[in-house]
């Protein structure tokens, strides 16, 4: 098997992974939830309503408090929805796994051991802040 055939097998495996199946499944949910969505179609308005405002040469302030209110109402709205909970804790869960397998493919081309290289703890997938692995 050479390295594109194993790459798809990874990629089948990691399509089968509990935490995937839970965020596909939990998008699902949160894009039939017609509540949820008229919610971010409201957010997405006033967000452009603020944009507008802040585009103007003669901006008014009271506008722009106005709508930056509404916007947090409406996001704040979205965040409670159970469906928006559920995703993001799925989402988290995904991206969790996607950092460290990232991290473990990025220390073995750098030359690590594939047996034992791993995320750490203090690891967050990001190597742009990264001092080093340890």
Known sequence: M??????????????ADENY????????????DETLQELIKEFNLKRLSV???????????E??????????????????NENMISYNEAKQGFDQLT?????????CIAGEDPETTDMTESCTGSCSTCGGCG
């Not at 839970?22 to 894009?31: F, V």
């Open 99 to 107: 950092a460290r397998v990232l991290t473990i493919l990025q220390n």
């Open 2 to 15: 050479d390295i594109i055939e194993m790459t798809r097998e990874l990629g089948k495996l990691i399509q």
């Open 51 to 61: 944009n507008t405002e802040n585009a103007k040469v003669q901006k008014d302030p």
């Open 63 to 80: 506008k722009i408090k106005k709508y930056n209110s509404e916007m947090q109402s409406v996001y704040a709205q979205i965040m409670s």
């Open 21 to 32: 199946v839970k965020l596909h499944a939990a998008e699902k949910k949160a894009d039939a």
